[in-house]
């Protein structure tokens, strides 16, 4: 006798917490001295911020290897905006110590195509950065669990 298998439908957005929740407690898991590729640096950046259901700015601090000294959420905004300022970046930067570093900050709306004001601020940090010899290595969106944008990889940096 053959036993029938009944699929139960799930709410995508029942399934999307799910996967959220999943995420939160692999980054959680994640050590930084394990993120050694940039597939890695994509994945440990979701992990981190595809949680938070305002936008927030993240950096990740880099040693002159490109090891991750620290990841630290500089700052929390709105819906759709979080503010940022160079000034502050940088002081950051000069307190981790940090020779090289990469932004990154998300798009609750899953949606992760840059803003103006996302082009302007990269811009804005790489010059900061520059100044104080710190490089800005990428400025990465995270729209949903498989939707980012990286200025690097789209040649904007």
């Known amino acids: 006798m053959k036993e029938q298998l009944s699929f139960v439908e799930v709410d995508p957005k029942v399934r999307y917490k799910q996967l959220v929740s999943e995420l939160q407690v692999l980054s959680e898991c994640i050590r930084p001295e394990l993120v050694q590729s940039p597939s890695d640096t994509i994945n440990y950046i979701t992990a981190k911020l595809l949680k938070e259901e305002k936008e927030v700015f993240c950096i990740l601090f880099l ?26 970046v940088a002081i950051s930067c000069l307190k981790n110590n940090a020779s090289a570093v990469i932004v990154a900050h998300n798009h609750p709306s899953g949606e992760p195509e840059p803003s103006g004001a996302d082009i302007r601020l990269t811009e804005s ?7 104080l010899e710190i490089k800005l290595l990428d400025h990465m969106i995270i729209g949903s669990i498989d939707s980012y944008f990286s200025f690097l990889e789209e040649g904007l940096i």
């Open 63 to 88: 040693n002159t290897k490109n090891k991750i000294i620290d990841c630290e959420i500089v700052n929390q905004g709105t819906l759709n905006q979080v503010v940022i300022y160079p000034r502050n």
């Open 125 to 131: 940090l790489k010059n900061a950065l520059a100044t």
